[in-house]
């Protein structure tokens, strides 16, 4: 492993873990959550961290200098890092990392020309059933994961770049098409990431997106007895989201009145039936500052029916 490489990973904890197993090279740590709250496509730019800023204001009370020091700084770290002519990118399978891979790379794209990008992306691994995560990787995986690391062709940073634009418009539909069409074996991760998100939009049956039925579903099928024990099982039992605490939080917070207690976990006659699918929930929650990309969250509908996005016509 050369001194010049520059390592954009997922987060803290793979960045201390790959300083841990003596990778060589300069690490910045992409600390963003795009996978959440308004995008605009200019990565980087003045608006786009306006618009980001003003997500994490309003949404988890950052402060603004809490954003520059822990986003801000580490992002302009990676601006003056010119010199390193190889980059590898460390993204995991999940929604989460997935979103914030295509963000970086729309940003080389623009930023750094003719660069050396290779990406390695964990997920799936001999002999598990479950799909890991970079820091889930014994050493001897993640240096295999890095031997077989993907080198990114131009094509590949222009797919890259044009799921970001679409992710990051106004409405869902075309992104919708995309994940009918397999078009790259680079992403292998993307395309589940892609439709998961989709299914983000509130569905149909119910009013409740993927995410709000999961907390739903698993606050009925486990026996819990507080809350904490609730957040614990969303962050062990989730698939494909990769969410952290906060936004879980946030989630059961947004579901409170479906919730008759916590002590022990349990779910109003009204949340019961939402489950079910006997009732909506869809105009309680109802919030026209609420984006998923560039696309407002309450403007589509998923069928679960049909597997289908729907937009809202007023």
């Known amino acids: 492993m050369g001194a010049l490489i520059l390592h954009i990973t997922n987060g803290d904890s793979t960045t ?20 959440e709250g308004k995008t605009t496509t200019n990565v980087g730019s003045d608006v786009f961290w306006k ?16 954003f520059i020091d822990y986003t801000i700084k580490e ?4 601006c003056n890092k010119k010199e390193t002519k190889e980059i590898v990118l460390w993204f995991e399978y999940d929604l989460f990392c997935q979103i914030n891979m295509l963000a970086v790379i729309s ?7 003719d660069y ?4 390695v992306c964990s997920g799936k691994v001999k002999k598990s059933t479950k799909l890991k995560g970079l820091c889930e990787l014994s050493e001897s995986e993640i240096h295999q994961h890095y ?19 679409l992710y990051c418009s106004v409405s869902p539909l075309r992104l919708e098409t995309i994940t009918n069409i397999k078009t790259t074996n680079t992403f292998v ?17 119910n009013g409740l997106n993927n995410v709000e039925n999961f907390v739903l579903q698993t606050a009925t099928k486990n026996k819990l007895t507080t809350k904490n024990k609730l957040l614990g099982s969303l962050l062990k039992e989730q698939e494909l989201f990769g969410f952290g605490d906060l936004q879980y939080q946030k989630t059961i917070t947004q579901l409170n009145p479906l919730f008759a207690s916590y002590n022990p976990v349990k779910l109003t006659k009204t949340g019961k039936k939402v489950l079910e699918n006997e009732t909506s929930f869809y105009r309680q929650l109802r919030n026209e500052n609420s984006y998923l990309g560039g696309a407002k969250k309450f403007s589509f509908l998923f069928s679960k029916n ?9």
């Open 107 to 113: 940003w080389l794209k623009q930023h750094r020309k």
């Open 306 to 314: 049909n597997q289908k996005l729907l937009q809202i016509t007023s």
């Open 51 to 66: 618009t980001r800023y003003s997500f994490f204001k309003n949404t988890y009370k950052v402060s603004k200098q809490k």
């Open 189 to 205: 991760y993307l395309e589940n990431a892609l439709k998961t998100h989709l299914q983000r939009f509130p569905s149909v049956e």
């Open 75 to 78: 992002y302009r770290r990676l």
């Open 16 to 35: 201390n873990y790959l300083k841990k197993l003596k990778f060589t090279g300069d690490f910045i740590t992409w600390r963003e959550m795009l996978c």
């Open 116 to 119: 050396h990008i290779s990406l």
């Open 147 to 165: 031997k077989k690391r993907i080198n990114l062709s131009q094509n590949d940073i222009e797919y890259a770049d044009y799921i970001w634009q």
